[in-house]
């Protein structure tokens, strides 16, 4: 019923930038909070950045000064602005929203992002 869809991903040189979208199917308000979580392989899913229907923002530390997670409510579509990239960004990012209604949580397909070094 509810669809994230990422896209932005691709292949960047250390010190380069990406801009990684997530467009929803309906209001971004449905959800109570949305965030960015990555996977590299052979690790556990990291969350990376979220951001909440009333505005309040959290980053993880690894990349905080880095990334800047953003919203556009009118394009339903929430963004990861990442720059000063290095090989340890190198993850699958996927697009999460939380809907309390349901106690549910959405995701996207994932879009895959690779730092050379």
């Known amino acids: 019923q509810v669809e994230l869809v990422e896209s932005g991903g691709g292949l960047v040189q250390a010190g380069g930038s990406l801009r990684l979208s997530c467009a929803a199917s309906?209001?971004?308000?449905?959800?109570?909070?949305m965030s960015w979580y990555r996977q590299a392989p052979g690790k556990q899913r990291e969350l990376v950045a979220t951001?909440?229907?009333?505005?309040?923002?959290n980053y993880a530390n690894s990349v905080k000064g880095r990334f800047t997670i953003s919203r556009d409510n009118a394009k339903n579509t929430v963004y990861l602005q990442m720059n000063s990239l290095q090989p340890e960004d190198t993850a699958v990012y996927y697009c999460?929203?939380?809907?309390?209604?349901?106690?549910?949580?959405?995701w996207g397909q994932g879009t895959q992002v690779t730092v050379s070094s």
């Open positions: 999460n929203g939380y809907r309390v209604f349901n106690n549910y949580n959405y």
């Open positions: 309906m209001s971004i308000f449905n959800f109570n909070s």
């Open positions: 951001i909440t229907n009333v505005g309040n923002i």
